[in-house]
């Protein structure tokens, strides 16, 4: 069992920015990959960026290519995505969660999620 917290989310307004946390506990052993989901009211849940652990080698959906960067502190099981230049359409509830796998984009892949944290983004 690996159990996930993400923090850091608020209300910032478009052009603003936020880093997002997320801290991995428990069998954190048999994690791989991380990464950053985000899912807004009434719609699927998304890929926004990925990690490799050990070698730190990252993934990005291409609407945030340029504006977020995950990166991931091994020594302390942790995972942020600093979020810069945010427009509305980055408001949604952004879940970080941790596996094996090796699809990056399928939330199937991903064994453990957190609660979320949401990020509201005003005009």
């Known amino acids: 069992q690996v159990h996930l917290v993400e923090s850091g989310g608020g209300l910032v307004q478009a052009g603003g920015s936020l880093r997002l946390s997320c801290a991995a506990s428990g069998r954190t052993f048999s994690v791989s990959t991380m990464a950053w989901f985000r899912q807004g009211p009434g719609n699927e849940r998304e890929f926004v960026a990925g990690v490799i652990m050990w070698s730190g080698t990252t993934y990005y959906t291409d609407s945030v290519k340029g504006r977020f960067t995950i990166s991931r502190d091994n020594a302390k099981k942790m995972v942020y995505l600093q979020m810069d230049s945010l427009n509305p359409e980055d408001t949604a509830a952004y879940y970080c969660?941790?596996?094996?796998?090796?699809?990056?984009?399928?939330?199937?892949?991903?064994?453990?999620w957190g609660q979320g944290a949401q990020v509201t983004v005003s005009s």
């Open positions: 969660p941790a596996g094996r796998g090796s699809t990056w984009t399928v939330p199937n892949e991903y064994a453990y």
